[in-house]
């Protein structure tokens, strides 16, 4: 199987901007145009070799998961390393295919509206409808992927987006979704009582984990005096300088004691 039959291939849907060839190098999807092309017309991106392999394998993992329907969080994690690595197309372009739902604020006719894509469902359809609620299809330039797309639009109130999340959940539970704040798995919102019960479990577990260590910590040391107990039983009141403590009668006597070795060492 040749490269243009490959499955990111087909996933990054570009062609060469020059020759009409299918692309699905890093370097080659960023610029639409592949590296003959390039070298040719003298355009590049000006990216590492390093971050080009990197963002190449990255590319080929989710080209995997989105052709299996197995793209999860974890997985879309790694468009932000395509984006950072120097790839913003690319990473639009997974962004787009790899969640089958978008919910999206975009300006339509001097307003704020939401824009939602969703896998066509005739009681998702029947369920989302809403006052003020119409299709249209977005020009090819807000796709990555060059077509343009059904979205439902609805009105950028509180009551619509209710509508819209209740029946996202009833109808595409569990499947990947980009919003505004990013990529997330359709699910039921929590409740209060959930929220508080979540939050009574984490204190729980926080005392309990602090208790843990508190029981692990051994206890302080005691000491009879300030710098600890001289090797006489006494307690010290200093320390010589290689750190021993000594009470003041011993510390005397090693004082005695080193100035007698220095003096013997001298006379020696």
């Known amino acids: 199987m040749g490269y243009e039959d490959a499955t990111a291939t087909k996933i990054m849907a570009t062609n060469c901007a020059c020759c009409g060839r299918p692309l699905v190098d890093a370097k080659s999807v960023e610029t639409g145009m592949g590296p003959i092309c390039r070298k040719k017309y003298g355009y590049g991106v000006d990216v590492s070799e390093d971050a080009r392999k990197r963002a190449n394998a990255i590319i080929y993992a989710l080209a995997?998961?989105?052709?299996?329907?197995?793209?999860?969080?974890?997985?879309?994690?790694?468009?932000?390393?395509?984006?950072?690595?120097?790839?913003?197309?690319?990473?639009?372009?997974?962004?787009?295919?790899?969640?089958?739902?978008?919910?999206?604020?975009?300006?339509?006719?001097?307003?704020?509206?939401?824009?939602?894509?969703?896998?066509?469902?005739?009681?998702?359809?029947?369920?989302?409808?809403?006052?003020?609620?119409?299709g249209v299809k977005c020009p090819a330039t807000l796709t990555p992927s060059k077509k343009k797309v059904f979205h439902w639009t609805f009105p950028k109130t509180q009551a619509a987006r209710e509508r819209i999340w209740a029946a996202l959940v009833k109808h595409h539970a569990?499947?990947?979704?980009?919003?505004?704040?990013?990529?997330?798995?359709?699910?039921?919102?929590?409740?209060?009582?959930?929220?508080?019960?979540?939050?009574?479990?984490?204190?729980?577990?926080?005392?309990?984990?602090?208790?843990?260590?508190?029981?692990?910590?051994?206890?302080?040391?005691?000491?009879?005096?300030?710098?600890?107990?001289?090797?006489?039983g006494q307690p010290a009141t200093t320390r010589w300088m290689d750190g021993t403590p000594y009470c003041d009668e011993c510390y005397e006597g090693r004082c005695d004691g080193e100035q007698?070795?220095?003096?013997?060492?001298?006379?020696?």
């Open 64 to 134: 995997v998961a989105v052709s299996t329907d197995s793209v999860t969080l974890e997985s879309m994690e790694s468009v932000s390393e395509l984006r950072a690595l120097g790839f913003p197309l690319i990473a639009d372009i997974f962004l787009f295919n790899g969640a089958s739902i978008s919910v999206e604020v975009r300006e339509h006719e001097g307003e704020d509206r939401y824009f939602v894509r969703a896998p066509y469902d005739p009681d998702f359809n029947h369920d989302s409808w809403f006052k003020g609620r119409f």
């Open 260 to 268: 007698m070795a220095s003096l013997a060492g001298d006379d020696a």
């Open 174 to 232: 569990g499947r990947m979704a980009i919003g505004p704040n990013g990529p997330f798995v359709v699910a039921p919102l929590k409740t209060a009582a959930q929220k508080k019960a979540e939050a009574e479990q984490s204190e729980v577990a926080a005392q309990s984990e602090a208790e843990a260590e508190a029981a692990n910590v051994p206890a302080p040391a005691t000491h009879s005096g300030k710098y600890g107990k001289c090797w006489c």
